[in-house]
């Protein structure tokens, strides 16, 4: 059998049950994924995780008496084989990097399509990785390289970023095109794409992901 078809074994885990019961009626239309068990708080997840060895917990980031984060640290050991995607209305960026860090396989926002949490449930049985609208193959390594940093320069001019740079890296973490970029700052495309391709190379980075991860990393930038 395709390993992409076999049955993907899920953890639902949220507080609020009308929304644990949607999601679990939302996932079980498709044959694939099968819902073996349900938490309404973080110490519950935990437990049932290591109970059921799911494939996939589906983690609420804002849960009673353990916090989300705090779960994710409680079963580091099992990351491997339990793949953390958390659900959140809302999510800090140091929040971001340390659930990535931890171990943290998906990142999707509740208020999110659906058809987006199916994707990013798919990328992590992948191996991949997921952050809000895209998918992502090798985190480990953008993150263990986000340590191995350039000097930042002067408080001015951070990573020596031009101020034209730093504003198209804030436009780039707000998931602005190259388009919508050229529109914003009245410059042309190409000109975006040259901006771009410098400040790849003051930050090390190689595409715009790992970009907005480094900027986030590194308070380059305001909040999305």
């Not at 995607?85 to 340390?98: C, D, F, P, S, Y």
């Not at 980075?205 to 308070?219: I, K, P, Y």
Request: charged share 30%; with cysteine; proline share 4%.
């Amino acid at each position: 059998m395709d390993k992409t078809r076999q049955t993907v074994r899920i953890i639902i885990a949220d507080d609020h049950p009308i929304f644990r019961d949607g999601l679990r009626k939302l996932l079980e239309v498709d044959p694939q994924f099968q819902i073996v068990g349900e938490a309404a708080d973080g110490a519950q997840a935990a437990a049932l995780t290591r109970r059921l060895r799911p494939d996939i917990l589906l983690l609420d980031l804002a849960m009673p008496r353990v916090p989300g984060l705090e779960a994710v640290e409680e079963l580091n050991d099992l990351s491997e084989t339990v793949r953390i995607i958390l659900l959140t209305a809302a999510i800090e960026r140091e929040q971001i990097v340390k659930a990535l860090q931890l171990g943290v396989r998906g990142v999707v926002l509740k208020e999110s399509a659906t058809e987006l949490l199916l994707k990013c449930i798919h990328c992590v049985m992948g191996g991949q990785y997921w952050l809000g609208r895209e998918s992502l193959s090798d985190l480990v390594r953008i993150l263990r390289d986000l340590k191995a940093i350039p000097e930042r320069g002067d408080a001015s001019r951070p990573f020596n970023l031009t101020p034209r740079e730093v504003e198209i890296v804030s436009a780039i973490v707000r998931g602005y095109t190259n388009r919508d970029i050229a529109d914003e700052f009245s410059i042309a495309e190409q000109t975006v794409k040259h901006h771009l391709s410098n400040i790849f190379d003051k930050l090390g980075v190689s595409n715009r992901l790992e970009l907005a991860l480094f900027a986030v990393n590194h308070q380059l930038v305001e909040k999305p």
